[in-house]
Structures are given as structure tokens and as C-alpha cells.
């Protein structure tokens, strides 16, 4: 029901700024947390940041605390992710990801309480 479009990747000198942009369907009424997850070349799937929207309580990875920041825009069904500060270690495919099943685990991060995923749009940083 709910569809995710990501856009707004690109590549970006060590130090620079992106911001990426996730437009959802008109099915997120019930959607109650949305995320940024990230995949470089050989490594594990990672959480970035998520939000829940029903409280607005927003949660952060250790490593990008204090630069990224997640908002999203209701009226217009987007959510994005501002980059700041970026690292070459921030290289990779970033992905938007929303859950409606209120998942009971503790973790935001855990990805078995998203259940629609974007396709990806890729974020590369250079030194």
C-alpha cells in the first residue's frame, strides 16, 4: 500500500552537505515510524535515523548524531534526512523505510518493524 521514492543522493567533497527526500504514497495515515537506512559495499544493513511519527520522538546512530538531522513534512508526505559535515565512511546506498504493524521490539533500528522500503539513492563522499 505505501510506496517510497528516495531522491536527492549524489557525490559530495568531505565536509559538504546533502539533503535527502523521501516521498510516500497517500497511504501513510497508519504508518507509525519512519526511517534512513544505509548499505556500503560489504557491509551489513545499518540504521541512520528514524522517527516515530506518532509522538515525533526522533533517534539517531551514534555516528552521525549532531550532523544528521530527520524531519518529515506531513502536508506534503515527505520525509527527509539533512546530511551535514559528511565523512567518506558516509558513503553508501541509502534507503527510506516505513512500518505500519507497530512493532514491539525496543529497537528503531530493528528492521523488522519497517515493512516498505524505497529503492535506494546513493551517497558518496570523497576526500
Known amino acids: 500500500q505505501v510506496q517510497l521514492v528516495e531522491s536527492g543522493g549524489g557525490s559530495v567533497q568531505t565536509g559538504g552537505s546533502l539533503r535527502l527526500s523521501c516521498a510516500a504514497s497517500e497511504y501513510t495515515a497508519a504508518v507509525y515510524y519512519m526511517g534512513w537506512f544505509r548499505q556500503a559495499p560489504g557491509k551489513e544493513r545499518e540504521g541512520v535515523a528514524a522517527i516515530h511519527t506518532t509522538y515525533g520522538d526522533t533517534y539517531y546512530a551514534d555516528s552521525v548524531k549532531g550532523r544528521f538531522t530527520i524531519s518529515r513534512d506531513n502536508s506534503k508526505n515527505t520525509l527527509y534526512l539533512q546530511m551535514n559535515s559528511l565523512k567518506p565512511e558516509d558513503t553508501a546506498m541509502y534507503s527510506c523505510?516505513?512500518?505500519?504493524?507497530?512493532?514491539?521490539?525496543?529497537?528503531?533500528?530493528?528492521?523488522?518493524?519497517?515493512?516498505?522500503w524505497g529503492q535506494g539513492t546513493q551517497v558518496t563522499v570523497s576526500s
Open positions: 523505510a516505513a512500518g505500519d504493524n507497530r512493532w514491539a521490539g525496543n529497537s528503531m533500528f530493528d528492521l523488522r518493524r519497517y515493512n516498505y
